[in-house]
């Protein structure tokens, strides 16, 4: 948790030096009087399978289950049209798992998953003038931050991957500062060889897993504050 915190403060510096740059390079001559916006999310995330094989004595398979999604995002548009966000979303979940690992054959457990999200993402939006509805469409990239308890034996462990993702809706803005968020999203945890959340005779450790990516689709939205400028 302690490298999560020092990326959520990297990414903080490095998205406000952007911001503060742009601002001060357009502020005189920009029209805009929505550039920070607050994003209140919630979405219903599907199902998704994963697995890893290291080797014929150790692999493990499962799925994560379906659930919501919530969280919040800090946006600020550096030019006209073109935003950029800071976002955290979670997501607290189960995953029914079967593994192999040192001689016993098709253990199974329930797990608890946490699938935590630190991302900071472009997003670009398009609307035609007078008009309530704004599309947009943007790309993103961070870490997730898996929790992983077993609630037989109380067993716990965490792994921080890189993470990525992409996402599209359109914002139907019922006032000139309070719009309702529409959109769909895809959200990837990436893992190679060298590290992941293995399953082991313990219930959960950390150890070597072959490739394996996690995909996690959601359908939702949620509320948007524009403060101006």
């Known amino acids: 948790m302690k490298k999560s915190v020092q990326f959520i403060f990297?990414?903080?510096?490095?998205?406000?030096?952007?911001?503060?740059?742009?601002?001060?390079?357009?502020?005189?001559?920009?029209?805009?009087?929505?550039?920070?916006?607050?994003?209140?999310?919630?979405?219903?995330?599907?199902?998704?399978?994963?697995?890893?094989?290291?080797?014929l004595g150790n692999y493990y398979q499962g799925q994560i289950q379906d659930g919501l999604q919530y969280g919040a995002g800090l946006e600020f548009e550096i030019r006209p049209n073109t935003f950029l966000e800071l976002s955290y979303l979670r997501q607290d979940t189960n995953a029914p798992t079967q593994?192999?690992?040192?001689?016993?054959?098709?253990?199974?457990?329930?797990?608890?998953?946490?699938?935590?999200?630190?991302?900071?993402?472009?997003?670009?939006?398009?609307r035609k003038a007078n008009s309530p509805i704004e599309g947009f469409g943007g790309l993103m990239a961070g870490i997730a931050v898996i929790d992983i308890k077993n609630p037989k034996t109380g067993s716990s462990d965490s792994a921080t991957k890189f993470a990525w993702g992409l996402k599209g809706g359109a914002i139907i803005w019922a006032t000139k500062s309070v719009g309702v968020k529409l959109q769909a999203q895809l959200l990837s945890v990436t893992q190679s060889v060298g590290g992941g959340v293995a399953i082991g005779t313990g219930g959960v450790s950390a150890g070597v897993s072959s490739y394996s990516s996690i995909y996690q689709f959601s359908l939702g939205g949620g509320l948007v504050f524009a403060l101006g400028q």
């Open 99 to 126: 593994y192999y690992n040192g001689g016993l054959f098709n253990q199974f457990a329930d797990f608890d998953v946490a699938m935590n999200y630190i991302m900071l993402g472009g997003n670009h939006s398009f």
């Open 10 to 55: 990297a990414l903080f510096l490095f998205s406000s030096s952007i911001i503060y740059s742009q601002q001060a390079r357009n502020n005189s001559s920009s029209n805009s009087t929505n550039n920070i916006r607050i994003n209140l999310y919630g979405s219903y995330t599907f199902e998704d399978s994963f697995d890893s094989y290291y080797d």
